[in-house]
C-alpha cells in the first residue's frame, strides 16, 4: 500500500495544505533539497530564518533567458492578415467555401471568405512573408521564431484568456508570471517580481483574474504597473508626510517592533514583517527611478515610436518594460487593447480599421524593443513573445463587412530573443488558416518553451494544491518545441 | 517509450482524428485511462482499435526490412534465456568504453526522464519493457523495438522522430535527446556487460480497495479511545484541567517535554476574544478578567463569547472559505449572483443558534428535500450554487461536467476530507478511490440543474426560486405590490430606449446585446447620437436602479438562490473515460466510495411530478451518520485548527494516504466520539477546548522545549498567530471607533476600490457599487465577493481563494502589506479616524493621546517608556519635519496601526 513518499507528496501536502503555516520536524533539512519550496515555507512556519519569497532562486538548469516580455495582443489578431501569409485567399474574396469553423458564432460548415485587406512583402535573409500592417515589425523577422500552428482549448475570449494566462480554462489557476516568480523570484527584491501594463482604454475582460496567482499566494501575482503618475498602487508615501518623515515614523515603528520581539524571538515571522517594510521602503525609492524615462535619449524614444502619437502609449510601455527588465524584473505583460470589441484586437465588424489602428499602435514600439535589446546586448537573454488568446477565421463573421469571428483551432504566436532561433517558421495552418494541421502545437508546449528558456524544467515545476502537482503544462506535462531554439 | 500513462489512446486520436486537439479529444489524450479492474466494453473496443491502428504502423514501418526484424525478433527471444543482454547472435559483439559511457551517461538518462514511467515493471505499457537490453530487442506489442539487420529503421527511432508513432506523446523530445538516442541505436545498442537492467522504480499504481486499505486510520468506524489515566502524570497532574490535556500532556511526558504554564490574562482575553469573534476585548474587559482570572471567570467569557453574534460571523467566515463562497461567477461578465448573501446569512445564523453540525450538512445538501422545508432549508441550497459558472461555455457538455465536478469536488474535502476529484480521470494515484466510485458519487447530483444557461432568466429557472418567510401578509403584499410595479416601470422605460437603437445595431452588438452588462455601454456608444446625452444618462440611472432593487426585494418575502432538480432528465451517471463527457463508459448507479465500507444505498421511488429525486438526502443521511468513519473526524479537525492555527491532522480537507496522519489520533477519535455524543453541539465542543489548559498555554518560547519540538508538534504551548485579512481590516475600524458591527446580515457593501486597481477591469468599475460611510464600515465578511474585483486591503492579507475550496489560509509577510499599510487612502483615513478618537477621549495632553492610542491597538495598558516613544515621535515629527501637531498626531496613530503587536496574537 503506498502510504509516504510518493513524489514528496506528503511533506509538500502539509506544506501547502496548512498554508505554510506549520511545518513538520527537521523541516529545514528537507526544505534544501527542493528548492522551490523553501521560500514559502518559511515565509510563515515562524521558525526558519525568513527569507523573501520573491528572492532569487536558482534554476533547474542553466537558463536561456533571465526575463520574459510577453506582448499580449488582446482580442485575438488575426493570423493570416499578419504574419501567417496565404496567397490563395487572393483573389477570393466573397466566395463561399466549405470550411468547419467554431468560434462566439457557434459551428459552421460553410462560409465566405474574406480576402486579407494587406499585401505581404518578403522580408530579412529569411525571407519571411509579413503583412503591410508591420512595416517596421518585419525588420526585425530575423530576430523572431513564428509559430503558425498554435492552438488552443477555446475560442471564447473568457476561458481562451485564461487558457493562454494560465494553462486552464477554468478560472482559479496561477498564470504563467505567477509560475515563473514562484519558481525563479526575481533578481531585483527592490521591484515586483512579475509586473503587468494595461492598455489606457481600460483591462482584459476578467480583469484581475488574468494575472492572478489562483491558488498561490498573494505574493506572486502582478502587480500592476502605471507608465503615468504613480507607477504602483500605494507606492507613494503621502505628500504631507514625504520620504524623510517616513523615515523616522519607520524608524520609531521598528523600535516598537524590535521591543514586542524580543522575548519572542523565536518567531521569524515577527522579524520578517520588519524587515517588510524596509523592502518597502527600499521599493518606493526604487520604482519611480525605473520608470523615469526622462533619461532615455531622444533617439531612443524615437526609436519605439515615442515621438507619433498613435503609438507613444504602447512604445512607452515597451522602453518601461527595457527598464524593468533591465533592472531584473522577471516577468513583463504589456497588453495591446483593452475593454471591449475594437478597443482590442477583436475584429468582429471591420478588420481594416481594427487591425490598421492596434497594428499602428504597436509595429514600432515593438520593433523598436527587439532593436534596443539587440542593441543593448539584452536580447540574448530575454525571451519576447507576442500573440493573443487566439487567431482569427478565413471566413467572414457577419452577411456584410470583412469582420472575422476567432478561431482556436490555428493561429500565430512569435518569440524573440532569451536563446529563440532568429529566421524561422515552426508549424503550418491549412492554405486558408482555418487550422493548425503540421507541427501542430498547443498553447501549453508555447508555456514549456517559455518555462525552458528560463531555465525551469516544465515537468518539474510543480506545485501541491488539491490532492494534486499541478504544473502550468498540465498533470501530463507538454514538451517544449524544441525546433525554435537556437 | 511513452511519457505517461496512457499512450496507446494518443495513438488512436493520431490515426482517426487528425483534428486531434480540438478540446474533447485533447482532454481525452491528456487523461489517463482507466485501468484493468474497471475496463468497460467500450474502452476494450477503443483497444482493440488501438491494436488494429498499432499494427498498421508496425506493418508500415516493417516494409523495408520484415524479415530482419522478425528474425531479429526469434533470435532475441532466443538469447533472453541465456543472456539477459547479449542474443544468441549477438555473443562476440562487444562494444568501446566510449560506446557504454555515452549509453550509461546520456542514455539512461533520457530513458529514466521520458520513457521509462510507463516502459518498465510488471505491466510496462503496450508491452514493451525498456530497461533490458534484450527486451529492446523482443520489443512490445509493436514489434521489436531495434532492427538489428538495420538499426537506423529500428521502431525506437521512428517513434522519436514521430514518423508512425509518437514518442513521448507529450511532444517531441530535444534534437539533442534524439541525436542521443540515433546514436545509441545505430551503433548496435551498446550496453555493459554488468548492467542486466536499468534500475528503476515505476509508481505501483492506484491503490485498491481491500482490507488493508480499508483499515487506513481514518476508514475505520470511530471507537472512543480511553483517556490517558491521570494518575501517571506525577507532578503535572494539577496541570489537567479536562480530557483533552490529559491526551496531550501523555505525549509530552513520554517525549520527555512539559506544559508551558497559563498565559497571562490579557493575552488569554484577547486570544479567546480574536478566536471566537474576529474582534478585540474593550480595554475594560480586559481589566476585568486581570482583576479575575479564575477558571470560573475564564468559562463565563467564554459564554459570553460564545452568545456574541459576532461568534457566527467568525465562524461562519471559516466555513465560507470551505464552501468558496463568491458573491459572482467569474470569467467575462463575471456577474453577480442573486440573492447569494442570503446563504452567507444562513451559514452566520446556523453558528449561531449552534445548529448541530449534522442538521447544517443535511441542510445545505438536501434542504429542499426535507420532509419539513422551510425557506432557511431551501437557502442553505444555495451551497450547490456557489462556484464559477462559465456562461459562455466552448463546450457545454463539458461545462455540466466541470460544475458537478466542483460540487462534488468541495462536497468530497470538505465534508469527508477526501480528494474523490482525483478520481475524475483515472483512478486516484495515491488513495484508494477507483473512477467508478467518483462516477457513483457523482449519481446523487446528476439531475441538478446547471446554474443555468447564459441568460438571466435561465438563471431564475434553474437556480432562484420564490421563499415566504413568515411576516405580516398584507404588509408584504403592499410592499411586493409596489415593488412590482416599479420594476414594471423600470422595464418599461428601459425598453422604450432601447427600442430606438435597437435597429441599428450590427453584428456583433445584436450578441452583446443578449447580456444585460453589455447593453450601458451599447447606449453609452450611441450618446450623441441616436440618443441625446439625456436618454444615455436616464438608462443608466434606471438600471442601476433596477440592479439595487432586484437585490432588495421587499423582505419577508423574497427570494432564494438555491439548488433544483429536474429527476426526469434521464440522466445516468456513467464512467466517463479519462474524464471526457464525450467518451462514456458503463453506466453506475449511485454510490459511496468503497473504501469507506459504505452501507448498500437504496435509492427512493420518485414520482412523476416530483421536483427532486431524493437522492441528496440519502448522500446527506450517509454522510451525516455518526457511523460514517470521517464526517466527525474532519469537522473536530478543523475545529481544532482554527482554535489552534493547526489540525491534528496538518491536512485539514485530506484525511487520505496522501494526508499527514494525525499527531495524536487517539485525542482526535477522542474528540469525534465526543462530538457526536454531545449532537454534533460545535459549541460544546469550543468550550471544551478553550477550558482545557492547552489552550490557555502561554505562546512564550522555551528553550529546552524549543529545541526538541521547534514547531510545536506535541503542543508543548500555544502558538502565535497573524490576524487574518478581515480581522486586519475589522480590527483597523475597530481601534478608530468606527466599526460598525452591530449591523448585521443583508446584501453586500461596497469598499471603495481605488482607481488604480478598478482599471485593471474591461469596463472600470463594472458591477462594484458605492456603499454609504456607515455602510461601509461594516464588518469584512459583508463585503461583496467578486471573483475579478477583491478588495485590495483584505486580498494583500491573504483573503480565501474564491475560486476552490480553501482549508487553510495563507499568512504571508510581503512588502507590498506594508506599502498598503504605510500609504493607502484606506489606511490614512483611518489612521486619522483614530487621531480624532484619541484626541476627543484624552484632551490636549499628548502623553495621554499616545497612550490611548497605544492601548487601542494593543488592549493593554502602555508602559511610561512606550509613551514617551510615541510623544518623542511626535516632537520629531513637529520639530524636524516641521508637521504641524495635527498632522504628526495621524502619523502617530499610523505608526500603532503598524505594530507587529497589533497584527499578533500571543
Known amino acids: 500500500m503506498t502510504t509516504q513518499n510518493f513524489c514528496g507528496r506528503t511533506r509538500r501536502?502539509?506544506?501547502?495544505?496548512?498554508?505554510?503555516?506549520?511545518?513538520?520536524?527537521?523541516?529545514?533539512?528537507?526544505?534544501?533539497?527542493?528548492?522551490?519550496?523553501?521560500?514559502?515555507?518559511?515565509?510563515?512556519?515562524?521558525?526558519?530564518?525568513?527569507?523573501?519569497?520573491?528572492?532569487?532562486?536558482?534554476?533547474?538548469?542553466?537558463?536561456?533567458?533571465?526575463?520574459?516580455?510577453?506582448?499580449?495582443?488582446?482580442?485575438?489578431?488575426?493570423?493570416?492578415?499578419?504574419?501567417?501569409?496565404?496567397?490563395?485567399?487572393?483573389?477570393?474574396?466573397?466566395?463561399?467555401?466549405?470550411?468547419?469553423?467554431?468560434?462566439?458564432?457557434?459551428?459552421?460548415?460553410?462560409?465566405?471568405?474574406?480576402?486579407?485587406?494587406?499585401?505581404?512583402?518578403?522580408?530579412?535573409?529569411?525571407?519571411?512573408?509579413?503583412?503591410?500592417?508591420?512595416?517596421?515589425?518585419?525588420?526585425?523577422?530575423?530576430?523572431?521564431?513564428?509559430?503558425?500552428?498554435?492552438?488552443?482549448?477555446?475560442?471564447?475570449?473568457?476561458?481562451?484568456?485564461?487558457?493562454?494566462?494560465?494553462?486552464?480554462?477554468?478560472?482559479?489557476?496561477?498564470?504563467?508570471?505567477?509560475?515563473?516568480?514562484?519558481?525563479?523570484?526575481?533578481?531585483?527584491?527592490?521591484?515586483?517580481?512579475?509586473?503587468?501594463?494595461?492598455?489606457?482604454?481600460?483591462?482584459?475582460?476578467?480583469?484581475?483574474?488574468?494575472?492572478?496567482?489562483?491558488?498561490?499566494?498573494?505574493?506572486?501575482?502582478?502587480?500592476?504597473?502605471?507608465?503615468?503618475?504613480?507607477?504602483?498602487?500605494?507606492?507613494?508615501?503621502?505628500?504631507?508626510?514625504?520620504?524623510?518623515?517616513?523615515?523616522?515614523?519607520?524608524?520609531?515603528?521598528?523600535?516598537?517592533?524590535?521591543?514586542?520581539?524580543?522575548?519572542?524571538?523565536?518567531?521569524?515571522?515577527?522579524?520578517?514583517?520588519?524587515?517588510?517594510?524596509?523592502?518597502?521602503?527600499?521599493?518606493?525609492?526604487?520604482?519611480?527611478?525605473?520608470?523615469?524615462?526622462?533619461?532615455?535619449?531622444?533617439?531612443?524614444?524615437?526609436?519605439?515610436?515615442?515621438?507619433?502619437?498613435?503609438?507613444?502609449?504602447?512604445?512607452?510601455?515597451?522602453?518601461?518594460?527595457?527598464?524593468?527588465?533591465?533592472?531584473?524584473?522577471?516577468?513583463?505583460?504589456?497588453?495591446?487593447?483593452?475593454?471591449?470589441?475594437d478597443d482590442n484586437w477583436d475584429a468582429h465588424t471591420d478588420m481594416e480599421s481594427n487591425h490598421n489602428l492596434h497594428a499602428g499602435e504597436t509595429d514600432k514600439p515593438i520593433a523598436g524593443l527587439i532593436k534596443d535589446l539587440k542593441d543593448r546586448d539584452m536580447l540574448k537573454d530575454t525571451l519576447i513573445v507576442w500573440g493573443g488568446e487566439f487567431g482569427r477565421q478565413p471566413t467572414a463573421e457577419y452577411a456584410q463587412g470583412s469582420g472575422r469571428d476567432h478561431n482556436s483551432y490555428g493561429f500565430t504566436i512569435w518569440m524573440a530573443g532569451g536563446g529563440i532561433k532568429g529566421g524561422v517558421s515552426y508549424g503550418t495552418t491549412d492554405e486558408l488558416g482555418s487550422r493548425a494541421v503540421d507541427d501542430v502545437c498547443h498553447v501549453k508546449h508555447m508555456h514549456s518553451t517559455i518555462l525552458h528558456q528560463l531555465g525551469l524544467d516544465p515537468m518539474k515545476l510543480s506545485y501541491f494544491f488539491g490532492g494534486l502537482d499541478n504544473k502550468l503544462v498540465g498533470v501530463e506535462g507538454a514538451q517544449p518545441i524544441w525546433k525554435i531554439m537556437s | 517509450m511513452a511519457g505517461n500513462a496512457h499512450s496507446d489512446i494518443s495513438y488512436q486520436v493520431e490515426l482517426f482524428n487528425p483534428a486531434c486537439f480540438s478540446f474533447p479529444i485533447a482532454m481525452s489524450m491528456l487523461n489517463p485511462g482507466i485501468r484493468r479492474s474497471n475496463m468497460s466494453d467500450s474502452l476494450f473496443i477503443r483497444r482493440i482499435l488501438v491494436r488494429i491502428a498499432i499494427t498498421i504502423c508496425v506493418l508500415l514501418g516493417r516494409l523495408h526490412f520484415p524479415a530482419a526484424s522478425a528474425n531479429a525478433q526469434d533470435k532475441a527471444q532466443q538469447g533472453q534465456e541465456t543472456d539477459p543482454v547479449r542474443s544468441s547472435t549477438e555473443r562476440a559483439v562487444e562494444f568501446s568504453a566510449e560506446q557504454t559511457e555515452h549509453f550509461q551517461t546520456e542514455v539512461v538518462e533520457i530513458l529514466k526522464a521520458n520513457c521509462l514511467k510507463c516502459h518498465a515493471g510488471t505491466e510496462p505499457k503496450g508491452g514493451l519493457d525498456l530497461t533490458q537490453r534484450a527486451s529492446f530487442l523482443k520489443g512490445g506489442d509493436s514489434g521489436p523495438a531495434f532492427d538489428q539487420a538495420d538499426p537506423a529503421a529500428s521502431l525506437l527511432l521512428a517513434a522519436v522522430r514521430y514518423e508512425g508513432l509518437e514518442m513521448p506523446p507529450t511532444g517531441q523530445l530535444s534534437p539533442k535527446d534524439v541525436e542521443a538516442l540515433t546514436k545509441w541505436v545505430t551503433d548496435g545498442l551498446p550496453w555493459p556487460r554488468e548492467l542486466a537492467k536499468i534500475e528503476f522504480e515505476v509508481h505501483p499504481g492506484p491503490p485498491v480497495v481491500n482490507e488493508e486499505s480499508k483499515n487506513f486510520w481514518s476508514f475505520r468506524k470511530v471507537v472512543e479511545p480511553p483517556v490517558p489515566d491521570s494518575k501517571s502524570f506525577t507532578g503535572n497532574d494539577v496541570w489537567a484541567s479536562n480530557e483533552i490535556d490529559q491526551f496531550i500532556l501523555r505525549k509530552l511526558l513520554d517525549a520527555g517535554q512539559t506544559p508551558s504554564p497559563r498565559a497571562t490574562p490579557q493575552q488569554l482575553i484577547r486570544r479567546a476574544y480574536y478566536d471566537l469573534t474576529g474582534l478585540p476585548p474593550s480595554l475594560e474587559a480586559v481589566h476585568k478578567f486581570e482583576a479575575d482570572p479564575s477558571p470560573q471567570a475564564w468559562a463565563e467569557v467564554i459564554d459570553e463569547l460564545l452568545e456574541s453574534p459576532h461568534y457566527g460571523e467568525q465562524w461562519g467566515r471559516h466555513w465560507l472559505d470551505l464552501v468558496r463562497y463568491a458573491e459572482t461567477n467569474s470569467y467575462e461578465r463575471d456577474g453577480a449572483k442573486p440573492h447569494v448573501w442570503r446563504y452567507r446569512d444562513y451559514v452566520i445564523q446556523s453558528f449561531n443558534s449552534d445548529k448541530p453540525y449534522d442538521v447544517f450538512v443535511r441542510e445545505q445538501l438536501a434542504g429542499d428535500e426535507l420532509e419539513n422545508s422551510t425557506p432557511e432549508t431551501i437557502i442553505a441550497t444555495g451551497y450547490y450554487r456557489l462556484g464559477r459558472w462559465d456562461d459562455e461555455p466552448v463546450d457545454p457538455e463539458l461545462a455540466y461536467y466541470d460544475d458537478l465536478d466542483d460540487v462534488l469536488t468541495t462536497t468530497g474535502q470538505t465534508f469527508l476530507g477526501l480528494t474523490i476529484n482525483c478520481a475524475r480521470c483515472h483512478d486516484h494515484k495515491i488513495d484508494p478511490i477507483p473512477a467508478k466510485d467518483y462516477y457513483r458519487m457523482l449519481g446523487f447530483f446528476v439531475n441538478v440543474k446547471r446554474y443555468g444557461n447564459r441568460s438571466r432568466e435561465s438563471v431564475e429557472e434553474a437556480s432562484i426560486t420564490e421563499i415566504a418567510l413568515p411576516e405580516d401578509a398584507g404588509l408584504l403584499k403592499a410592499a411586493l405590490q409596489q415593488f412590482e410595479n416599479e420594476m414594471a416601470e423600470i422595464e418599461r422605460q428601459l425598453t422604450k430606449i432601447e427600442d430606438k437603437v435597437r435597429p441599428d445595431f450590427s453584428g456583433v452588438e445584436i450578441d452583446e446585446f443578449q447580456?444585460?452588462?453589455?447593453?450601458?455601454?451599447?447606449?453609452?456608444?450611441?450618446?450623441?447620437?441616436?440618443?441625446?446625452?439625456?436618454?444615455?444618462?436616464?438608462?443608466?440611472?434606471?438600471?442601476?436602479?433596477?440592479?439595487?432593487?432586484?437585490?432588495?426585494?421587499?423582505?419577508?418575502?423574497?427570494?432564494?438562490?438555491?439548488?433544483?432538480?429536474?429527476?426526469?432528465?434521464?440522466?445516468?451517471?456513467?464512467?466517463?473515460?479519462?474524464?471526457?463527457?464525450?467518451?462514456?463508459?458503463?453506466?453506475?448507479?449511485?454510490?459511496f466510495p468503497s473504501v469507506l465500507s459504505p452501507p448498500e444505498v437504496t435509492m427512493p421511488e420518485v414520482s412523476a411530478d416530483a421536483k427532486s429525486s431524493g437522492r441528496r438526502s440519502v448522500l446527506a443521511s450517509w454522510i451525516t451518520s455518526p457511523e460514517n468513519p470521517l464526517t466527525s473526524r474532519v469537522m473536530v479537525n478543523r475545529i481544532w485548527q482554527y482554535h489552534f492555527g493547526r489540525g491534528l491532522v496538518k491536512t485539514p480537507s485530506d484525511f487520505g494516504f496522501q494526508g499527514t496522519r494525525p499527531t495524536h489520533p487517539e485525542l482526535l477519535d477522542w474528540l469525534a466520539a465526543r462530538f457526536i455524543k454531545e449532537g454534533w453541539s460545535m459549541k460544546a465542543m469550543h468550550r471544551l477546548i478553550m477550558t482545557s489548559a492547552t489552550y490557555q498555554m502561554s505562546s512564550a518560547p522555551r528553550d529546552d522545549a524549543w529545541q526538541k519540538d521547534p514547531t510545536n508538534e506535541l503542543f508543548w504551548r500555544f502558538d502565535m498567530r497573524r490576524l487574518t485579512a478581515e480581522e486586519v481590516r475589522d480590527s483597523i475600524l475597530w481601534a478608530n471607533g468606527t466599526l460598525n458591527r452591530d449591523s448585521m446580515y443583508g446584501p453586500s457593501i461596497f469598499t471603495k476600490i481605488p482607481r488604480e486597481v478598478m482599471a485593471g477591469q474591461s469596463q472600470p468599475g463594472a458591477g462594484w457599487g458605492d456603499s454609504p460611510e456607515q455602510e461601509r464600515a461594516r464588518r469584512s465578511i459583508y463585503i461583496h465577493v467578486k471573483r475579478s474585483l477583491l478588495d485590495p486591503v483584505l486580498e494583500s492579507f491573504d483573503i480565501a481563494d474564491t475560486d476552490q475550496s480553501c482549508p487553510v489560509r495563507f499568512a504571508t509577510t510581503q512588502p507590498t502589506q506594508a506599502l498598503g499599510t504605510l500609504n493607502s487612502e484606506f489606511i490614512l483615513e483611518q489612521a486619522q479616524k483614530l487621531a480624532e478618537l484619541v484626541q476627543e477621549e484624552t484632551g490636549s495632553d499628548r502623553s495621554a493621546q499616545v497612550r490611548k492610542a497605544i492601548e487601542r491597538v494593543t488592549q493593554r495598558t502602555a508602559t511610561d517608556e512606550e509613551v514617551k516613544s510615541g510623544v518623542q515621535l511626535w516632537d520629531k515629527l513637529i520639530n524636524e519635519h516641521k508637521m504641524n501637531p495635527d498632522l504628526a498626531r495621524r502619523y502617530v496613530c499610523l505608526t500603532m496601526l503598524n505594530l507587529n503587536e497589533f497584527m499578533y496574537i500571543d
Open chain 1, 13 to 341: 501536502e502539509m506544506l501547502w495544505q496548512t498554508g505554510a503555516g506549520f511545518t513538520g520536524v527537521a523541516l529545514s533539512g528537507l526544505l534544501q533539497q527542493d528548492g522551490f519550496f523553501d521560500s514559502q515555507a518559511v515565509a510563515a512556519d515562524g521558525v526558519t530564518e525568513w527569507k523573501n519569497p520573491l528572492s532569487p532562486k536558482e534554476p533547474h538548469m542553466p537558463a536561456k533567458a533571465k526575463s520574459v516580455i510577453f506582448l499580449y495582443m488582446y482580442g485575438g489578431p488575426s493570423h493570416m492578415d499578419t504574419f501567417d501569409y496565404k496567397p490563395s485567399m487572393y483573389g477570393m474574396d466573397g466566395k463561399t467555401i466549405e470550411v468547419k469553423t467554431f468560434g462566439r458564432g457557434g459551428h459552421r460548415n460553410q462560409g465566405r471568405i474574406v480576402e486579407p485587406r494587406w499585401k505581404f512583402k518578403q522580408y530579412g535573409q529569411c525571407g519571411k512573408w509579413v503583412s503591410d500592417l508591420f512595416p517596421n515589425l518585419a525588420t526585425c523577422v530575423d530576430d523572431i521564431a513564428f509559430v503558425h500552428s498554435m492552438t488552443a482549448d477555446s475560442p471564447i475570449h473568457g476561458s481562451a484568456m485564461l487558457m493562454m494566462n494560465s494553462g486552464k480554462i477554468l478560472s482559479g489557476h496561477p498564470c504563467m508570471g505567477s509560475w515563473v516568480t514562484y519558481g525563479l523570484g526575481s533578481v531585483n527584491e527592490d521591484l515586483p517580481g512579475f509586473v503587468v501594463m494595461l492598455d489606457p482604454r481600460g483591462g482584459p475582460i476578467s480583469g484581475a483574474k488574468n494575472w492572478s496567482s489562483g491558488y498561490m499566494p498573494a505574493t506572486y501575482q502582478a502587480t500592476m504597473m502605471r507608465s503615468n503618475g504613480n507607477p504602483i498602487l500605494d507606492l507613494a508615501p503621502p505628500q504631507e508626510l514625504g520620504t524623510a518623515a517616513q523615515r523616522t515614523l519607520l524608524d520609531s515603528l521598528r523600535s516598537y517592533n524590535e521591543q514586542h520581539r524580543a522575548p519572542r524571538a523565536d518567531n521569524s515571522n515577527l522579524a520578517a514583517r520588519i524587515a517588510s517594510y524596509e523592502l518597502a521602503f527600499r521599493m518606493q525609492a526604487e520604482a519611480p527611478e525605473a520608470v523615469d524615462i526622462s533619461r532615455e535619449t531622444d533617439a531612443t524614444q524615437e526609436l519605439y515610436g515615442m515621438k507619433d502619437a498613435r503609438s507613444e502609449k504602447f512604445g512607452r510601455q515597451c522602453l518601461l518594460a527595457r527598464r524593468l527588465v533591465e533592472r531584473g524584473v522577471r516577468f513583463v505583460q504589456i497588453y495591446s487593447g483593452g475593454a471591449h470589441n
Open chain 2, 515 to 591: 447580456y444585460e452588462e453589455n447593453r450601458v455601454r451599447l447606449m453609452e456608444k450611441r450618446e450623441g447620437g441616436s440618443l441625446s446625452k439625456n436618454e444615455v444618462n436616464r438608462y443608466r440611472d434606471l438600471s442601476r436602479r433596477r440592479t439595487y432593487l432586484r437585490e432588495h426585494r421587499p423582505s419577508g418575502n423574497g427570494q432564494a438562490l438555491c439548488v433544483k432538480e429536474d429527476p426526469q432528465s434521464g440522466r445516468v451517471s456513467r464512467v466517463l473515460l479519462r474524464g471526457s463527457p464525450h467518451a462514456h463508459g458503463e453506466e453506475v448507479t449511485p454510490g
